[in-house]
């Protein structure tokens, strides 16, 4: 009896357990685990903490364009290009909003500040330069934080043409807001 007891506490079920297997293992990944991280294309470094023989995990990827730059799928002039128009897209205030607000609701919806204004027309003259067609693998990457090989799937049907096509985007891009070019 108290073998079958073991095994059952050993084996365990829900999140609560992997949580503590993983803090018993001495990561901090949670339930997907150091291979799942590493599989889904995460650069994980290991690193020591302040407790003896405890190392924590660090991922180092938090998006699809930091995977492409650690990848070197993408020059830093690139990324560059890319995070300003995250930046600018997501302090015009044109980002969904996670939380909601249980006030009173006047108005359909809120009135732009002029700096927000300013920034949404930064946002649509960069997307208006690189053209049409570069514009949509930028959204789907740049914005909607989506592998470039689904936006390649979708468009053109080959999912290996979404890395070319972005970093044209990319060029483009850098170049209407005058990023400098890097050294050859």
Known sequence: MAKKRRKTAARGTGSRNAAQAALRAGTDLGALGLAGRKEKGDLIEMEETIDAGVRRARIRTQSVLDRYLARAQITRRQFDAAERLHGTWRASGS?????????????????????????????????LAVGNRLASVLVHVCLCDEPAGTWGERQRGKAADGIPVLRLALDSLADHWGLPQEPL
């Open 95 to 127: 980002a969904q909003t996670v939380v909601a607000s249980y006030g009173l609701r006047v108005g359909g919806g809120g009135d732009l500040t002029q700096r927000q204004a300013a920034l949404r027309s930064d946002v649509t003259s960069a997307l």
